[in-house]
């Protein structure tokens, strides 16, 4: 069935490092990848997505990048700063059946 | 706020109890979608309307779960005979289906969380 795989589960950096998290989906009808940001005890919201007829996308500091023969994507932190300290989900999701998978999330920590 | 709304916000019932949540979608979206989501991992898709019609449903959605969108507007999820299992938050989101953009951004409202005790 249809699955998003996600690592790390955790992730600690320092504030101005950069930081990776890395997907994998199962269905190769897939072709839409969204990135959640989900602050404790709130809503999950959308901070970057990305199509499949596209490679990369960037939003200043943040970066979304998509290899479809690999079934992978990534999203890339850089100058990572203490206010980015949140959990991420990863999702997939395709045209025609329009409901998102998630992946199990990362606990991103950024230290001052 | 003009965003997905959904009440209650916090629910508490002991087991075997019926419990009805409400969404309220962003009002010019024509989908809108439930998720549940345990301690620890991501949203689990539940099911999805487009306007009142229910276009698809999870298999992993006991017959205990019914939901509805009567006017496609608002939404009721409602669980009959709760068990300890089905304590988790519930989340509702919202898109406006637009076909020339192929997919839309799904809004979140702050979810139910549901306590069965």
């Known amino acids: 069935g249809e699955n998003v795989e996600q690592h790390p589960s955790t992730l600690s950096v320092q504030e101005g490092d950069s930081a990776v998290i890395k997907c994998t989906y199962s269905?190769?009808?897939?072709?839409?990848f969204p990135w959640y940001k989900q602050e404790l005890g709130k809503r999950p919201q959308l901070i970057i997505d990305?199509?499949?007829?596209?490679g990369e996308k960037k939003d200043q500091r943040i970066a979304v990048t998509l290899n479809k023969t690999a079934k992978h994507f990534s999203l890339h932190i850089t100058e990572t700063q203490p206010e980015d300290s949140a959990v991420y989900f990863c999702a997939a999701a395709s045209y025609n059946t329009d409901k998102l998978i998630f992946g199990t999330g990362t606990r991103l920590q950024v230290f001052p | 706020d003009t965003g997905v709304s959904q009440d209650p916000r916090h629910k508490i019932t002991k087991r075997g109890q019926n419990v009805t949540f409400r969404c309220d979608p962003i009002s010019e979206h024509n989908r809108l979608y439930w998720y549940r989501q345990t301690l620890g991992q991501g949203p689990e898709f539940l099911t999805y309307f487009q306007n009142e019609a229910q276009l698809e449903k999870s298999r992993l959605l006991s017959d205990r779960f019914s939901a509805e969108r009567p006017k496609g507007s608002f939404s009721t999820l409602e669980i009959q005979r709760t068990e300890q299992g089905d304590s988790a938050m519930y989340l509702c989101a919202s898109s406006l289906a637009d076909t020339s953009r192929g997919y839309n951004e799904q809004f979140f409202g702050p979810g139910t969380r549901l306590t069965v005790l």
């Open positions: 269905d190769s009808a897939s072709n839409y």
């Open positions: 990305i199509r499949s007829n596209v």
